[in-house]
């Protein structure tokens, strides 16, 4: 056999190996069925928003409420006067929210997240946040995201 040949052989079949292998972490093969199904059994769409909803915690730095174009809202509880001098102590800068929707049909929820950005003033009473929220979409599969944040997590116990 031919020497360039060989190396076109083995140049496909790194090629196909490479394209099997991003196919395989994007996910393809799950969408197509493949997808082993859970041996939870499913719950209704209403019974899901309730146990979603018992994760509210006035000690958590998040609530999750009922919202007006989607089922569920969760957000940082950014304005809670409880919480905001703590996230201003963390330098918390940016501002989560995601939008989830329930797809009962799929047995799925669907999560469309924001990012805002917050702008700390002088008040006062202290700093106030000042929110400011971009939509961004990305659709697809987010393998790796890697973000250095100033502090660690902000905590209740942080106060004074």
């Known amino acids: 056999m031919d ?5 076109t052989m083995a140049a496909l079949v790194a090629a196909g ?10 996910g393809f093969f799950q969408y197509l069925g493949g997808k082993k199904r859970s041996s939870i059994p499913p719950v209704s769409r209403r019974e899901l928003i309730d ?6 915690d006035p000690s958590k730095p998040y609530h999750i409420v009922k919202g007006d174009d989607t089922d569920l809202v969760a957000q940082w509880k950014i304005v809670d006067a409880e919480w905001y001098g703590i996230f201003n102590k963390s330098g918390l800068r940016e501002a989560y929210r995601a939008r989830l929707l329930v ?17 700390w003033t002088a008040g006062l009473e202290g700093p106030i946040p ?24 902000p905590r209740k116990d942080e106060k004074g």
């Open 130 to 153: 000042s929110l400011h929220f971009a939509s961004s979409f990305f659709g697809g599969r987010i393998l790796y995201k890697s973000l250095m944040p100033p502090r660690a997590a």
């Open 103 to 119: 797809d009962e049909a799929r047995q799925a929820v669907r999560c469309y997240e924001e990012l805002g950005s917050i702008s």
């Open 17 to 26: 190996a490479g394209l099997y292998a991003m196919l395989y972490a994007m």
């Open 3 to 7: 020497a360039s040949l060989i190396a």
């Open 51 to 56: 146990k979603i909803l018992t994760l509210n």
